[in-house]
């Protein structure tokens, strides 16, 4: 019995694991080779309330709560960890256009977003540097009542697929650092943005790429925050989707113990099943341990966030624990499976696409330092 999970969560969790099995899982591999995120299998999702559950039902979500976008979010990465970013995605992008957009601009697109009619990027990363976030060079200035975007984000995921994406950009001075930054909303089909895409390791049917602006002129009322304190007020958001990233990769890692130990009841070597030898068991039996452990810290943040508590340093602690903990995981049990698990497969697969969320979305050495600033204090831990 989870402690978190009540039984309306548990039957939304099988619902969403229903689906997923039947509708995500068979696509898996054959999205790594063809690099396209179907349309109208993200539409089906909206369909029945899978994406962004979170979100008010004045913007058409489902006003469920964040635990509720966490057991949709784990039962779709088992299926497929790419498919499962149009959950990400939404639901960190959603709530920043929910609390911090203009109602009337924002609405017409969060209903599209939560029905699975568009798809949301989130541009923060730069090619001078992607920890120090605050230290951003594009431009967003403003002219009359318009803002002009001149500039580039790189590593944006879903960046060539998008239908639109929230902007982070700098409209006070360099020296001014976090302060000096302002977040906008930019329709991909406003003139002067071209986009590219990267050949990534893994998560290739969401993909990466980047952004560049010239010129890219959107209305002031798309601006999200206050001028000049997007940076500060809708990085806030970033634990939220911190946890999810947690739920996400960890789920990949669950499934992978399951068949893992399923298989080695299974093969035989030296007249006995592999699951006699403690060589192959207790290297299993520690992670699935862990996984247990980290899962439960994933939904006690998202607990936390249901309740308004503090959650910032438990969101660090699944964002830098549950990626390299999935990833420690999955190459055990490929190993378990030999050669059968190193040629193209699923748990290659896997392999490569948890990899990534050891880079975005925050460094594990920047999720410690968040860390250490919430439990030591910021004045301690300046850097």
Not at 65 to 79: K, N, Q
Not at 164 to 178: L, P, Q
Not at 246 to 255: D, E, N, S, W
Not at 349 to 363: E, K, P, S
């Amino acid at each position: 019995m989870n402690p978190y999970l009540d039984e309306d969560l548990r039957a939304l969790a099988e619902q969403a694991a229903r689906f997923a099995a039947e509708r995500v899982a068979p696509g898996f591999q054959l999205r790594d080779q063809t690099r396209e995120l179907e349309r109208d299998l993200m539409h089906e999702m909206g369909t029945l309330g899978f994406i962004a559950p979170e979100l008010p039902e004045r913007f058409g979500g489902l006003g469920l709560g964040s635990l509720a976008a966490g057991v949709i979010h784990e039962e779709i990465a088992r299926a497929d960890l790419s498919i499962s970013y149009i959950n990400l995605l939404a639901s960190l992008n959603g709530q920043i256009l929910a609390q911090h957009g203009c109602p009337d601009v924002v609405a017409p697109w969060l209903r599209r977003l939560i029905a699975g009619e568009a798809l949301f990027a989130i541009g923060l990363t730069e090619p001078r540097g992607g920890s120090d976030a605050a230290n951003l060079r594009l431009r967003i200035d403003r002219v009359g009542d318009e803002y002009v975007l001149n500039g580039e984000k790189t590593s944006i995921s879903a960046a060539d697929q998008c239908d639109a994406a929230v902007i982070f950009g700098r409209t006070g001075s360099v020296e001014s650092g976090a302060h000096g930054v302002t977040a906008v909303l930019v329709p991909m089909d406003t003139p002067g943005i071209t986009r590219t895409r990267f050949d990534c390791h893994g998560q290739r049917a969401i993909g990466r790429g980047s952004l560049f602006f010239e010129n890219v002129r959107v209305p002031v009322d798309h601006r999200l925050g206050e001028e000049n304190k997007g940076f500060v007020q809708v990085m806030q958001g970033f634990d939220f989707s911190r946890a999810l990233i947690g739920l996400q990769v960890l789920a990949v890692a669950r499934v992978s113990l399951e068949e893992t130990w399923q298989y080695i009841t299974q093969r035989q070597a030296f007249d006995r099943p592999l699951s006699h030898f403690q060589g192959v068991t207790h290297p299993l039996a520690e992670l699935d341990t862990q996984v247990e452990a980290a899962r439960l810290l994933c939904l006690q943040t998202l607990w936390l966030k249901d309740h308004g508590l503090p959650h910032s340093a438990e969101a660090g602690m699944a964002k830098w624990w549950g990626p390299k903990l999935s990833y420690d995981v999955i190459h055990q049990c490929l190993l378990c499976f030999g050669h059968g698990g190193y040629d193209r497969g699923p748990m290659e697969q896997r392999l490569r696409d948890v990899l990534g969320f050891q880079i975005g979305d925050g460094t594990a050495q920047i999720m410690k330092t968040i860390i250490a600033r919430t439990r030591a204090g910021r004045k301690f831990v300046p850097n």
